[in-house]
């Protein structure tokens, strides 16, 4: 093991020593930011955002966004957390993948299924959790937010479905 290797695993050791239970945590921050978006409570949601999210998108385009996404018209999207991997740790804080699955109704016969992840961090020893939730997370967002992340654990798998639903309701004779 080198030196940096042991340094990273030193402060692992630490900073997870410094939060009781940092993995139901950063799952807790991850249900928070989900059940806020599903109440098109837009304000919590951003308060949970990771600021290298919110440096990057203005809180009001942000807000913009996700009204676009979770818009109250019957047709939005609906959240659902799935899991969350094992912690990774670098010098920037504490990390976990947290899976969710996305759903929302593109027209009465058209539904959507995404399958992607949050990444949540704490930067401050497990006090406090913030949520990256970007569509299209790929490596780069990633080692943007957790820049020592070797690959493991590795993220969740991204998907993208279009389900065609074909019901009609026939009235009772």
Sequence with gaps: MNAGTR????????????????????????TRYSDALNARDYDTAIELTDPEVLSRIPPSELRTLMAAIFNPTGQGAHDEVRSVSTEFSDSVGMHYFVANARTGKASDSLQTETESYYIVTSRDFGR????????CVDERWI???????????????????????????????
């Design 7 to 30: 340094a990273v695993f030193a402060a692992s050791l630490i900073l997870s020593a410094c939060a009781l239970a940092p993995q139901r945590d950063a799952l807790t921050a991850a």
């Design 128 to 135: 406090t959790w913030r949520v990256v939730d970007i569509g």
């Design 143 to 173: 080692r943007g937010i957790a820049p020592g992340w070797n690959g493991i654990p590795a993220a969740p798998p991204q998907a993208f479905r279009v389900i065609e639903v074909n019901a009609s309701i026939k009235p009772l004779n």
